[in-house]
């Protein structure tokens, strides 16, 4: 295949058939079935506490100093950690800035 034309081509295919113009690019449904993304392990899925199995995105350049696993953390799950040991936060005033919704 001629060099030029090999993005080309490819990008074709990964868009199934969809014309391609240069300076476009695929949207989030054609990202996380992208062979090439699929191949580099940058969609992986993870279970969330309410919606079930979702696609993460993580940065598909690697190296020796890329971590194997990626684990996100959801929010709010660190509150206790944060509030009340690194900033000695008491319960009660945890739980008045949870009222007032200034934490989750």
Do not use: C
Not at 55 to 77: C, D, F
């Amino acid at each position: 295949m001629d060099q030029e034309l090999w993005p080309l081509r490819r990008a074709e295919s990964a868009a199934k058939g969809r014309k391609w113009r240069p300076g476009s690019s695929l949207d989030i449904g054609e990202l996380v079935r992208d062979p090439h993304v699929v191949k580099r392990g940058a969609i992986f899925q993870q279970n969330h506490k309410v919606a079930g199995e979702i696609n993460i995105y993580r940065s598909p350049w690697k190296s020796a100093l890329t971590e194997k696993t990626v684990r996100h953390r959801w929010l709010g799950e660190d509150n206790d950690y944060v509030f009340k040991k690194l900033l000695g936060m008491s319960d009660s005033e945890i739980a008045r800035l949870t009222e007032k919704k200034v934490i989750y």
